[in-house]
């Protein structure tokens, strides 16, 4: 075959080359030095938390209709408040002065600064969408301990984060309350609820695995947090211990502290003589988020000796949701800044998410368009995670209504509210496709079933929690 008739492939790989895009652009910035950008403090002292903070930033640049827009979904859609840290600010739109359309179209702002025209009007939220989607709560075996699958827990620290995403799954527990949600609180003292849970790792040896969550424990304290992460190493039953930040990325002055690198470069050494692996998790969804200070504050966490730095991105529409965009994003998470691209989550069913959700028909496309040009070891799955089963490889389901947009799933192992469930394990399991994805018959079933499923899926919710009260009393007892 001649040069003249070769055909492209789909997907180009070029080198990746990571710019910190640069912050004195933006008005309310011209004076910043490198020395403050690069200050912890300082990046905390500046996070944009309301309209105010988020006009003295960018100045004159933006229309008032984006702030009215901005001002509207705070009001009356956004699950979570505004908590945006310069960092983060400083990747939308990151290397031309952004003018409204320029921030508008900006993937990193449409999660993080959603904005009332984002959202769907004719079907905001799904029928079935909850506030804990994932029914966490309801396996809690200890007050922020979830036991969802046999082997392993989650581990909720804190309910803050540094930073704050319009389609957090724990939208339900994390933040402060907006005015459509009212958030949960823990009740237990920190101490009293870390002593919790460790009494239950120590108590049962099935558990192997230990994601330290929160939040983000970039907001522990960090004595705090090294003291229970030295606690779990201490636990001879647990071999793997995940440290879930997404400030990694967010706010990676954090990590590049002189007491945290001091600080976890014990915790690797302690665990690494123990035989145990300590990884961090990030999240990132873009590669525009992936900058030098990424990349540094990664190399410093892997120069202490843990194990991996891993990435769990969320697929979003309007965001990430082609392939071409997310193999950008894991070739400059792995090329750029040593980060292990590892799963890509659908965007959960929670309340006035249904612009950023894709169908799973969607999703097994995407996880098709990646395959190949990654190696193996560092090709992300995009997985489902199904409600009362956990994550799910898009390619697994059983069987799928694609006019409806319902997927069945099963699974292999009980949760702890299943214990006792003899039909746990041949029962099938539903997801559902955002409803505007849907032809027009499918979209038309919705529309006249809509009542009926939402007064199903409230039975369906009190059943439930009235099972996990139950079952975490017999537990707790
Ligand atoms: S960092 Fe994670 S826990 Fe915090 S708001 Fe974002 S998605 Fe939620």
Request: hydrophobic fraction near 40%.
């Given at each position: ?22 912050w ?12 403050e ?18 006009r003295?930033v ?38 031309a ?55 392993k ?16 799954t ?18 237990l ?44 190493i ?102 750029g ?19 950023w ?6 999703a ?35 069987s ?62 009190k ?15």
């Open positions: 075959m001649s040069e003249r008739t070769r055909l492209e492939q789909p997907y180009r790989y070029t080198p990746v080359e990571l710019v910190e895009p640069e004195t652009r933006f008005p309310g910035w011209k004076q910043v030095t490198s020395a950008w690069q200050s912890v403090q300082w990046q905390r002292a500046h996070c944009v938390k309301n309209l105010r903070q988020l003295a960018l100045g004159e640049l933006v229309e008032d209709r984006f702030y009215a827009d901005l001002e509207r979904d705070q009001a009356e859609r956004a699950t979570m408040s505004m908590l945006v840290p310069p960092q983060m600010v400083n990747t939308m739109v990151p290397h002065v952004p003018a409204t359309e320029d921030l508008y179209a900006d993937p990193i702002r449409r999660y993080m600064l959603p904005v009332f025209s984002d959202r769907r009007t004719d079907w905001p939220s799904h029928p079935h969408a909850t506030r804990d989607s994932l029914h966490e709560h309801d396996m809690w075996v200890a007050e922020g301990l979830t036991h969802r699958y046999p082997t827990v989650l581990a909720e620290m804190l309910p803050t984060c540094p930073q704050y995403c319009g389609h957090c724990r939208m339900d527990l994390v933040g402060n309350s907006t005015p459509v949600i009212d958030k949960l609180r823990f009740t003292k920190p101490v009293d609820r870390v002593e919790a849970m460790l009494h239950y790792l120590r108590a049962h040896p099935e558990v192997r695995d230990v994601v330290i969550s929160g939040g983000d424990v970039a907001n522990m304290p960090w004595a705090r947090l090294e003291a229970f992460v030295d606690s779990v201490d636990v001879d039953n647990i071999r793997d211990i995940r440290l879930a930040t997404k400030a990694l990325m967010g706010l990676p002055q954090h990590w590049l502290q002189d007491e945290v690198r001091a600080g976890m470069e014990r915790l690797a050494a302690k665990a690494r003589s123990r035989g145990t692996s300590i990884a961090i998790h990030t999240h990132v969804n873009h590669a525009n988020s992936v900058t030098p200070l990424v990349a540094a504050a990664t190399r410093a966490m892997l120069d202490t000796g843990i194990r991996d730095v891993r990435n769990q991105g969320v697929l979003m529409g309007g965001v990430n949701d082609d392939a071409h965009t997310l193999l950008d994003l894991c070739f400059a998470l792995l090329d800044a040593q980060i292990m691209p590892y799963y890509f989550y659908m965007c959960d069913m929670i309340p006035f998410s249904e612009h959700r894709v169908s799973v028909e969607r097994q496309n995407l996880q098709h368009g990646i395959m190949g040009y990654l190696p193996g070891f560092a090709t992300p799955r995009i997985v489902c995670d199904v409600p009362f089963v956990g994550k799910r490889w898009v390619h697994q389901l059983e799928y209504d694609k006019n409806r947009g319902i997927s069945y799933w099963t699974k292999n192992y009980r949760t702890s509210i299943e214990r006792s469930d003899r039909d746990a394990l041949t029962r099938t399991y539903e997801y559902y496709d955002p409803i505007h994805t849907l032809p027009d018959a499918g979209r038309d079933w919705w529309r006249q079933h809509a009542g009926d499923v939402l007064a199903a899926a409230e039975r369906a919710a059943a439930s929690r009235e099972a996990a009260e139950s079952q975490t009393s017999l537990t707790i007892g």
